[in-house]
């Protein structure tokens, strides 16, 4: 079994490769706190949960946007498997050419995405990653990152709504029947949902202009399911798509050696 591990700013996404299928995947929260031994006994825990012994792991690649943690789940990693840890990095080579001002900026969540649309989806493309932040990245017919937008996450702004009125109070995040909401909790909804989709409609016009046409829109992330049915684009859902990525970057990997 091959381990992806993704570290996010909320979460640590992880998943397991065998032969090629996931086989499981599973999001325990970022903590800066934890040491390399309490992520080790936490991610084994849940290996137990899936009967995957230590020793049936055969490799391990980890993404990172929390500096912090890359070291401490690398030796985590060590801890529970006998592997050495592939580390995607700004200069690893992943097949995908990044084509902004300074490359060492690109997200490596977003960097492995890429990696996945470019080896299975058409292009051009725009990948559109709804986490704590919502990002929209360009990939030119060659699969080249020509540029990512970012904005705040729907949770971030749902958050500063609440957090910052005195009479607007927390709602289950879900599609009203209307925009035009009667009550206060169907206007919030309808603010929220109807109107990420809307910027994500409106955006990604802009970025199918200056990709020079039509491109495939692939959406992934926590909240995209919640999102993309009230888009006016047509957007496929791949919820797999950063981990499927870090697989296609182990094998890459790999057959260098």
């Known amino acids: 079994m091959i381990l992806a591990i993704d570290i996010g700013n909320t979460n640590i996404v992880l998943g397991g490769y065998r032969d090629g299928q996931l086989e499981f995947t599973t999001r325990i929260a970022t903590d800066r706190s934890l040491q390399a031994d309490q992520y080790a006994l936490e991610i084994a825990g849940i290996l137990r949960l899936y009967h995957v012994e230590s020793e049936s792991i055969e490799g391990a690649v980890i993404s990172s946007v929390v500096p912090s943690l890359t070291h401490s789940l690398e030796r985590a990693v060590r801890l529970f498997a006998p592997v050495e840890p592939v580390i995607l990095r700004h200069d690893s080579d992943t097949g995908v050419q990044v084509c902004i001002d300074n490359p060492a900026q690109l997200g490596a969540d977003i960097l492995a995405s890429a990696v996945a649309v470019k080896e299975k989806w058409p292009l051009p493309a725009v990948v559109i990653d709804m986490g704590t932040a919502t990002t929209l990245t360009a990939l030119d017919k060659e699969g080249a990152v020509q540029g990512v937008s970012i904005m705040p996450g729907v949770f971030i702004g ?100």
């Open 158 to 257: 749902l958050d500063a709504l609440t957090g910052r009125t005195s009479l607007l109070q927390g709602i289950a995040l879900e599609a009203p029947a209307r925009a035009i909401g009667k009550n206060t909790a169907d206007s919030m909804k309808s603010g929220v949902i109807f109107g990420a989709a809307a910027m994500l409609d409106g955006m990604l016009d802009r970025f199918e202009a200056e990709l020079g046409g039509p491109a495939t829109c692939i959406a992934t992330g926590g909240v995209a399911e919640l999102i993309v049915p009230c888009c006016r684009h047509q957007i496929a859902l791949c919820d797999t798509l950063l981990l499927d990525g870090l697989y296609l970057l182990y094998l890459r990997q790999k057959d260098k050696q």
